[in-house]
């Protein structure tokens, strides 16, 4: 079996088997505002999807209910009219993945005040760079704006540069990004956040990763970050970073 089928694997089981409706417990705020006369709010999550006698539903009333809670937790206070981002991580044009891609679609083209959904493909790295010379290593670290798919350099910034930026009409915005289960690429972004911006180790990102998820992250979205750590330590020359897998 090829390295490429194995991953398609990982990712089937992962859209599947892993996927559920929304959880308060993976609803997290990981940063917000500081320094500015506006207070935006950074979050991760899972698909923010209920179901009642009718299907399933964008649950956006319990989804706020619980960025509020998360909020709580940090004695912060979310406001009461902000304007949502909605980053929705996808793998490809996979059947089990749509419906709730459309569902959240709707949602807001249904309500265009509430806020937005950003569509954005992360599937991962296919290799460790534990497996490689370290030259070799350096040299695509250095690199890696160029060749990573995820371009976890560049989407780490806009997210940051985002928490910075006052929202439409002057609302403060709150960025929510998730997968289906929340665990695989939800647990890539925010581990390369928080090494990026909130200076955890890579063995720091990837332990809270795994208890967030309640299980190991999927290897092709570990590798992910296991290249974003090593950027880190070769381009930005974070030397605190740790090892790197």
Same mark, same amino acid.
């Given at each position: 079996? $090829?390295?490429?089928?194995?991953?398609?694997?990982?990712?089937?089981?992962?859209?599947?088997?892993?996927?559920?409706?929304?959880?308060?417990?993976?609803?997290?705020?990981?940063?917000? $505002?500081?320094?500015? +006369?506006?207070?935006?709010? &950074?979050? =991760?999550?899972?698909?923010?999807?209920? $179901?009642?006698?009718?299907?399933?539903?964008?649950? !956006?009333?319990?989804?706020?209910?619980? &960025?509020?809670?998360?909020?709580?937790?940090?004695?912060?206070?979310?406001?009461?009219? #902000?304007?949502?981002?909605?980053?929705?991580?996808? !793998?490809?044009? *996979?059947?089990?993945?749509?419906?709730?891609?459309?569902?959240?679609?709707?949602?807001?083209?249904? /309500?265009?005040? &509430?806020?937005?959904? @950003?569509?954005?493909?992360?599937?991962?790295?296919?290799?460790?760079?534990?497996?490689? +010379? @370290?030259?070799?290593?350096?040299?695509?670290? &250095?690199?890696? +704006?160029?060749?990573?798919?995820?371009?976890?350099?560049? #989407?780490?910034?806009?997210?940051?540069?985002?928490?910075?930026?006052?929202?439409?009409?002057?609302? +403060?915005?709150?960025? !929510?990004?998730?997968?289906?289960?929340?665990?695989? =690429?939800?647990?890539?972004?925010?581990?390369?956040?928080?090494? @990026?911006?909130? /200076?955890? $180790?890579?063995?720091?990102?990837?332990?809270? *990763?795994?208890?967030?998820?309640? =299980?190991?992250?999927?290897?092709?979205?570990?590798?992910?970050?296991?290249?974003?750590?090593?950027?880190?330590?070769?381009?930005?020359?974070?030397?605190?970073?740790?090892?790197?897998?």
């Amino acid at each position: 079996m $090829t390295l490429a089928t194995v991953l398609l694997v990982l990712v089937a089981l992962a859209c599947g088997a892993w996927a559920d409706t929304l959880e308060k417990e993976k609803v997290i705020l990981i940063d917000w $505002t500081k320094g500015q +006369p506006f207070t935006n709010f &950074l979050f =991760r999550g899972n698909e923010p999807k209920l $179901t009642n006698a009718q299907g399933d539903y964008f649950a !956006y009333t319990t989804l706020v209910s619980y &960025l509020q809670s998360a909020a709580a937790n940090h004695s912060l206070t979310l406001p009461s009219k #902000f304007w949502l981002i909605d980053y929705k991580l996808y !793998y490809f044009d *996979d059947p089990l993945e749509d419906p709730d891609i459309k569902l959240e679609t709707d949602f807001f083209s249904q /309500n265009p005040s &509430l806020g937005e959904i @950003r569509l954005t493909q992360i599937i991962g790295t296919p290799t460790s760079p534990s497996i490689f +010379p @370290r030259e070799f290593v350096q040299a695509e670290a &250095l690199d890696l +704006p160029n060749w990573q798919h995820d371009k976890l350099p560049q #989407f780490m910034q806009t997210l940051h540069q985002l928490l910075y930026t006052q929202g439409v009409n002057g609302l +403060p915005v709150v960025l !929510y990004f998730h997968c289906e289960c929340g665990c695989d =690429r939800t647990g890539e972004i925010a581990g390369s956040y928080v090494m @990026r911006y909130l /200076n955890y $180790t890579y063995a720091q990102a990837y332990a809270w *990763d795994q208890q967030v998820a309640g =299980r190991w992250i999927l290897p092709n979205h570990n590798w992910a970050m296991e290249w974003f750590c090593e950027y880190l330590f070769y381009a930005l020359n974070f030397q605190s970073i740790g090892q790197c897998f």
